[in-house]
T-cell receptor, first 114, second 116 residues
Framework: AQSVSQHNHHVILSEAASLELGCNYS??????LFWYVQYPGQHLQLLLK????DPLVKGIKGFEAEFIKSKFSFNLRKPSVQWSDTAEYFC????????????WGLGTSLAVNP | GAGVSQSPSNKVTEKGKDVELRCDPI?????LYWYRQSLGQGLEFLIY????????KSGLPSDRFSAERTGGSVSTLTIQRTQQEDSAVYLC??????????????FGPGTRLLVL
């Protein structure tokens, strides 16, 4: 069965620090990969996604993620975080075949101190 | 344009009662999904509708849970004889389609259900 693992449950950073959140998935077939973000009091919104092509994808607000197929990983990065990046970050995967349901990681809570 | 809307935003009910949760997808989106987010757990897929195809109900946790999608638009998730373990945030999402970039899912604000 598909599963998604996010290595960091809670991360605390100071502004301007670099960020990398780990995401690994288990599935032998072709996948689509997503990072969603949930800011305090707001609903889930898409940060970035990978379907095919260039494995380095760029999203909103300066975030990027790299798909490394051999490592089954899709880590999220940002070179310099801001206080406004404080949020919950979720990695999700779905089967690029017929099944469209998203399988989710447990999320990483990021707190950025000003 | 308008996003996915859900109602009610909060629902408190007593154990054993039935509840109905509503989702209005983005206009023109053919696919609709329900997920559940329980405290301390990740998001859990419940059910998926795509056009006129039979829904994928593989995520429904028990036969107390059911969902309908009328006219290819609005969806209702019904939980019968609610139990305390049903307490969670129920999220609805919709997507334009199911291929390529059309399958990006857009989420509503959720319904927070508390079963006493």
């Amino acid at each position: 069965a598909q599963s998604v693992s996010q290595h960091n449950h809670h991360v605390i950073l100071s502004e301007a620090a670099s960020l990398e959140l780990g995401c690994n998935y288990s599935y032998g077939g072709t996948v689509n990969l997503f990072w969603y973000v949930q800011y305090p009091g707001q609903h889930l919104q898409l940060l970035l996604k990978y379907f095919s092509g260039d494995p380095l994808v760029k999203g909103i607000k300066g975030f990027e993620a790299e798909f490394i197929k051999s490592k089954f990983s899709f880590n999220l990065r940002k070179p310099s975080v801001q206080w406004s990046d404080t949020a919950e970050y979720f990695c999700a995967v779905n089967n690029a075949g017929n099944n469209r349901k998203l399988i989710w990681g447990l999320g990483t809570s990021l707190a950025v101190n000003p | 344009g308008a996003g996915v809307s859900q109602s009610p935003s909060n629902k408190v009910t007593e154990k054993g009662k039935d509840v109905e949760l509503r989702c209005d997808p983005i206009s023109g989106h053919t696919a609709l999904y329900w997920y559940r987010q329980s405290l301390g757990q990740g998001l859990e897929f419940l059910i998926y509708f795509q056009g006129n195809s039979a829904p994928d109900k593989s995520g429904l946790p028990s036969d107390r849970f059911s969902a309908e999608r009328t006219g290819g638009s609005v969806s209702t998730l019904t939980i019968q004889r609610t139990q305390q373990e049903d307490s969670a945030v129920y999220l609805c999402a919709s997507s334009l389609g199911t291929s390529g970039s059309h399958e990006t899912q857009y989420f509503g604000p959720g319904t927070r259900l508390l079963v006493l």
